[in-house]
């Protein structure tokens, strides 16, 4: 069995300032871990993967993730949060049955 | 490269009725995704094709959805009878699987449903 939790159902930052998601998961297996972002009215896009490589994972726009395997967890992080930025944030874990579990996700709120 | 496409983008239909939902994958995507996003909450996975055959629908309500990738390409998703709780943006998803390194998902853009 598999499982995904997204620590925080609303994350706030102000512009320029540090952006933390947090994401913990639950796999029998060597997982992969994704993140998605999805922007109001728009579709899903990936942002980045963790597939058994790097365990620091660098994505688009700024955005990276580190796996940790000890704490179960793969976080993402931005140093600096544009207004752009503001969406809602998916984790998404894969382990041996090749079945994707999406997380509740987490609203990302910047301030000007 | 085009992407997934999904149609319609939006449907409204009243309880009881009956809809369908077609999604084509991105060419050479073996794996084809269904998902139920309702307001809110993060997309749920109905059924995962692999090539024509189902790799899981244990989240399908079998009762009144249905989903077929008869060639091996193209899907569609029913529904027969709609009730009011699904209402939701179904996401139609696509990937190649042909190596770890290309497990990642495509997104459609979804149809929108509102059952009146």
């Known amino acids: 069995a598999q499982s995904v939790t997204q620590l925080d159902s609303h994350v706030s930052v102000s512009e320029g300032t540090p952006v933390l998601l947090r994401c913990n998961y639950s796999?029998?297996?060597?997982?992969?871990l994704f993140w998605y972002v999805q922007h109001p009215n728009k579709g899903l896009q990936l942002l980045l993967k963790?597939?058994?490589?790097?365990?620091l994972v660098k994505g688009i726009n700024g955005f990276e993730a580190e796996f940790k395997k000890s704490e179960t967890s793969f976080h993402l992080t931005k140093p600096s949060a544009h207004m752009s930025d503001a969406a809602e944030y998916f984790c998404?874990?894969?382990?041996?049955?090749?079945?994707?579990?999406f997380g509740r996700g987490t609203s990302l709120i910047v301030h000007p | 490269e085009a992407g997934v496409a999904q149609s319609p983008r939006y449907k409204i239909i009243e309880k009881r009725q009956s809809v369908a939902f077609w999604c084509n994958p991105i060419?050479?995507?073996?794996?084809l995704y269904w998902y139920q996003q309702i307001l809110g909450q993060g997309p749920k996975l109905l059924i995962q094709?692999?090539?024509?055959?189902?790799?899981?629908d244990s989240q399908l309500p079998k009762d009144r959805f249905s989903a077929e990738r008869l060639k091996g390409v193209d899907s569609t998703l029913k529904i027969q009878p709609a009730k009011l709780e699904d209402s939701a943006v179904y996401l139609c998803?696509?990937?190649?699987?042909?190596?770890?390194?290309?497990?990642?998902?495509?997104f459609g853009p979804g149809t929108r449903l509102t059952v009146l």
């Open positions: 963790y597939t058994s490589a790097a365990t």
């Open positions: 060419s050479g995507h073996a794996t």
């Open positions: 094709f692999q090539n024509n055959g189902v790799v899981d």
């Open positions: 998404v874990v894969r382990g041996g049955s090749y079945i994707p579990t």
């Open positions: 796999s029998s297996y060597s997982p992969s």
């Open positions: 998803a696509s990937s190649r699987e042909d190596s770890p390194d290309y497990n990642e998902q495509f």
